[in-house]
């Protein structure tokens, strides 16, 4: 199992970024993934989460309206489109894969992570 | 929304000696659905135990995991260099997902 982020940097308060997960060495489209962000010195926040097929989609209170996840299981890619970035978005941002399919439990595999980085 | 408190903080150990670290849930957390990670510097966190007790692939065995309810243990039996890290509990008994704070394990 391998995930790679990237699509992280530095960008101004305000604007936008996209983030990639690009996943292999299982059944992309079987298993919900997740964002999880590690703001600098900090703990875990899970902030959004996507189940296999698509259909369902979760988003902590934080970003909700602002972040929106979504995944092309042709492509074996997981994505996070980030609007309005805000100084308190600045993390460094995980996908994780759950270990199920139809819902969100625990993380078994992790990528190595993008820092996002949100300043003027 | 299930809040996680971890204890301690930071655990300051010797190699040899063994760890416990706490997870206190402010409800119960159905079925035992929790989780431990570990967390080096400039790492991702990586799965030792779910479903409070069950490790994880290629964990080694000086990790266990216990409780149920609103407490949580992780005892590490004799702690090896390699174990210095940060250690973190989470919950997936009810949505949202929700992390504990991180218990420090360092070097005494």
């Known amino acids: 199992v391998q995930l790679v982020e990237s699509g992280g940097g530095l960008v101004q308060p305000g604007g936008s970024l996209r983030l990639s997960c690009a996943a292999s060495g299982f059944t992309f489209s079987t298993y919900a993934m997740s964002w999880v962000r590690q703001a600098p010195g900090k703990g875990l926040e899970w902030i959004s989460g996507?189940?296999?097929?698509?259909?369902?989609?979760y988003y902590a209170g934080s970003v909700k309206g602002r972040f929106t996840i979504s995944r092309d299981n042709s492509e074996n890619t997981l994505y996070l489109q980030m609007n309005s970035l805000r100084a308190d978005d600045t993390a460094v941002y995980y996908c994780a894969k759950d270990w199920r399919s139809t819902t969100w439990y625990y993380f078994d595999y992790w990528g190595q992570g993008t820092l996002v980085t949100v300043s003027s | 929304e299930i809040v996680l408190t971890q204890s301690p903080g930071t655990l300051s150990l010797s190699p040899g000696e063994r760890a416990t670290l706490s997870c206190r849930a402010s409800?119960?957390?159905?079925?035992?659905?929790l989780a431990w990670y570990q967390q080096k510097p400039a790492q991702a966190p990586r799965l030792l135990i779910f479903g409070a007790s069950l490790r994880a692939t290629g964990i080694p065995d000086r990790f266990s995991g216990s409780g149920s309810g609103t407490e949580f243990t992780l005892t590490i039996s004799r702690v090896e260099p390699e174990d210095f890290a940060v250690y973190y509990c989470?919950?997936?008994?009810?949505?949202?997902?929700?992390f504990g704070g991180g218990t420090k394990v360092e070097i005494k």
């Open positions: 989470q919950q997936y008994g009810s949505s949202p997902l929700t």
């Open positions: 409800q119960s957390v159905s079925s035992s659905y």
């Open positions: 996507i189940t296999g097929s698509g259909g369902s989609t």
